[in-house]
């Protein structure tokens, strides 16, 4: 199995334009989560889907962040209006139990460098 | 919601020593209990986890433990050896409907010297 496939894996853009991070959870997984990590704030939960559907976007920083899962292996992460207070590493992560308690793989992640 | 708490930031030992990260949690309906290893520049990895139904669980080198009653976990790694020193997150987490989130602790950056 490849294992959880993100993209870009690096990403450096200037401050306003739209960034989209893309995951391929690993198939058969049925929960996917987007999560950030910055030195200053740790890994913060984003939002995460059970069957493709989302079930808490509560770690959504604000309206310019929003997340789609169209079909079972495949999601984005975009941001429209980048800022630099953005940059961090995302990643995205799956897990096979929709109901919890089971683990998540994580992606590489993708660096993001807003200028 | 659930809030992970964990015990040192950083931990520094040298080669063969032990080394012990602590976790408290505050929703005792919580069931897993997740330890990710993340080194630089690289994803989180699941190292060990174990649940609620479990007190101890050991893998080789490493070994979780859980009070329940306490609510916290710990993480213990024997005969520390410099392949070790990376960054250290626990988890908690409710099984079962949809509230299937990991809450993370804030990591222990462990360092082993030779």
């Known amino acids: 199995d490849a294992g959880v496939i993100q993209s870009p894996r690096h990403e450096v853009t200037e401050m306003g334009q739209e960034v989209t991070l893309r995951c391929k959870p690993i198939s058969g997984h049925n929960s996917l989560f987007w999560y950030r990590q910055t030195m200053m704030r740790g890994l913060e939960l984003l939002i995460y889907f059970n069957n493709n559907v989302p079930i808490d976007d509560s770690g959504m920083p604000e309206d310019r962040f929003s997340a789609k899962m169209p079909n079972a292996s495949f999601s984005t992460l975009k941001i429209q209006p980048s800022e630099p207070r953005d940059s961090a590493v995302y990643f995205c992560?799956?897990?096979?139990?929709?109901?919890?308690?089971?683990?998540?793989?994580f992606g590489p992640g993708t660096r993001l460098t807003v200028l | 919601g659930e809030n992970v708490e964990q015990h040192p930031s950083t931990l520094s030992v040298q080669e063969g020593d032990s080394a012990v990260i602590k976790c408290t949690y505050s929703?005792?309906?919580?069931?897993?209990f997740p330890w990710y290893k993340q080194e630089l520049g690289k994803r989180p990895q699941l190292i060990i986890d174990?649940?609620?139904?479990?007190g101890e669980k050991k893998d080789q080198r490493i070994a979780v433990t859980l009070n329940k009653t306490a609510k916290h976990f710990s993480l213990h790694i024997t005969e520390t050896q410099p392949e070790d020193s990376a960054v250290y997150f626990c988890a908690a987490s409710k099984g079962g409907g949809t509230a299937s989130k990991l809450t993370f602790g804030t990591g222990t950056r462990l360092q082993v010297t030779l």
């Open positions: 992560a799956s897990s096979l139990l929709a109901g919890g308690g089971d683990t998540q793989y």
């Open positions: 929703d005792s309906a919580s069931n897993y």
């Open positions: 174990i649940r609620s139904n479990v």
